[in-house]
């Protein structure tokens, strides 16, 4: 029996000596033993990361899960869980797309990786796990965002459409020539009534002229009522529009500035990790 100083046993940290009769590890400290299998760890660390680059996520991530069965802290095991936590393959993808991709991520795998990362690892993924919560709320305020936006031009159109029937100005001045028209009509006819000498001039030129006036005159007053009715309800559409034109320049600059705040943190992350 030769010791493997490779191998150490995961309960006490002691040295493992291979007993190849029985085709196991033990330790002469506690007494563990292990079978030869569960010390595979390069080539399930291999395997998982191939299913990893591929972007075969749920093979990631049960061949991570498998090692960290053996090591619940793993440090490459749940670094790889969390790349897969983001639909990420690698950690470059990190840098990608602050405010022009979709980003979602399984929070409850990231919050598993950090209660079981190691003390001196813990650092590291709390920090992995606050990155990918601010994408979370940047791509939550992107949606918004896009939202209000849409918002304001359904407020702005609105605005064009009532505004096009509820010209006060034109009804009023229609109103005022039919008016007028009237006016003139019975005028008219009292004219042509004293000139003839019969009533029949009147009803000549107020058939003729008057009735027409009149029955535009009516028509004109009622969209001039409609005007006003619109005009009253598009003022509230205005208070509408400039409250959505504040909360989307607010919003756009909190977009800004964590979306800034979110690139610098990625950056030295990654830089970060390179040194690992």
């Given at each position: 029996?030769?010791?493997?100083?490779?191998?150490?046993?995961?309960?006490?940290?002691?040295?493992?000596?291979?007993?190849n009769d029985k085709q196991?590890?033990?330790?002469?400290?506690?007494?563990?033993?292990?079978?030869?299998?569960?010390?595979?760890?390069?080539?399930?660390?291999?395997?998982?990361?191939?299913?990893?680059?591929?972007?075969?996520?749920?093979?990631?991530?049960?061949?991570?899960?498998?090692?960290?069965?053996?090591?619940?802290?793993?440090?490459?095991?749940?670094?790889?869980?969390?790349?897969?936590?983001?639909?990420?393959?690698?950690?470059?993808?990190?840098?990608?797309?602050?405010?022009?991709?979709?980003?979602?991520?399984?929070?409850?795998?990231?919050?598993?990786?950090?209660?079981?990362?190691?003390?001196?690892?813990?650092?590291?993924?709390?920090?992995?796990?606050?990155?990918?919560?601010?994408?979370?709320?940047?791509?939550?305020?992107?949606?918004?965002?896009?939202?209000?936006?849409?918002?304001?031009?359904?407020?702005?159109?609105?605005?064009?459409?009532?505004?096009?029937?509820?010209?006060?100005n034109e009804a009023l001045?229609?109103?005022?020539?039919?008016?007028?028209?009237?006016?003139?009509?019975?005028?008219?006819?009292?004219?042509?009534?004293?000139?003839?000498?019969?009533?029949?001039?009147?009803?000549?030129?107020?058939?003729?002229?008057?009735?027409?006036?009149?029955?535009?005159?009516?028509?004109?007053?009622?969209?001039?009522?409609?005007?006003?009715?619109?005009?009253?309800?598009?003022?509230?559409?205005?208070?509408?529009?400039?409250?959505?034109?504040?909360?989307?320049?607010?919003?756009?600059?909190?977009?800004?500035?964590?979306?800034?705040?979110?690139?610098?943190?990625?950056?030295?992350?990654?830089?970060?990790?390179?040194?690992?």
């Amino acid at each position: 029996m030769n010791s493997i100083k490779k191998h150490y046993c995961p309960s006490c940290g002691g040295n493992l000596i291979v007993d190849n009769d029985k085709q196991l590890y033990y330790c002469a400290s506690c007494g563990s033993t292990y079978d030869y299998e569960y010390f595979r760890e390069e080539e399930m660390h291999n395997m998982a990361d191939t299913y990893l680059s591929r972007r075969e996520f749920m093979a990631a991530v049960d061949a991570y899960r498998f090692i960290l069965r053996k090591d619940p802290h793993d440090f490459r095991a749940l670094r790889g869980l969390m790349l897969a936590a983001a639909y990420m393959d690698k950690m470059d993808d990190l840098l990608r797309g602050e405010k022009t991709k979709a980003f979602s991520y399984n929070s409850d795998m990231v919050k598993e990786v950090i209660e079981s990362a190691s003390d001196k690892d813990r650092a590291y993924f709390e920090e992995f796990g606050n990155i990918y919560s601010d994408k979370k709320k940047l791509y939550d305020m992107i949606n918004k965002l896009e939202t209000l936006r849409k918002d304001r031009r359904m407020a702005d159109d609105s605005i064009k459409l009532k505004s096009m029937a509820g010209d006060v100005n034109e009804a009023l001045g229609i109103m005022i020539i039919s008016g007028l028209l009237l006016v003139g009509a019975i005028f008219m006819g009292i004219v042509m009534t004293v000139m003839m000498e019969s009533i029949c001039g009147f009803g000549m030129i107020f058939l003729a002229w008057g009735f027409i006036s009149f029955i535009l005159f009516i028509s004109s007053y009622k969209n001039y009522k409609k005007a006003k009715r619109i005009n009253a309800s598009t003022a509230g559409l205005y208070n509408d529009l400039n409250n959505l034109g504040d909360k989307i320049k607010e919003l756009e600059e909190k977009t800004d500035i964590l979306a800034a705040d979110i690139r610098k943190a990625s950056i030295d992350f990654v830089e970060k990790d390179k040194l690992i």
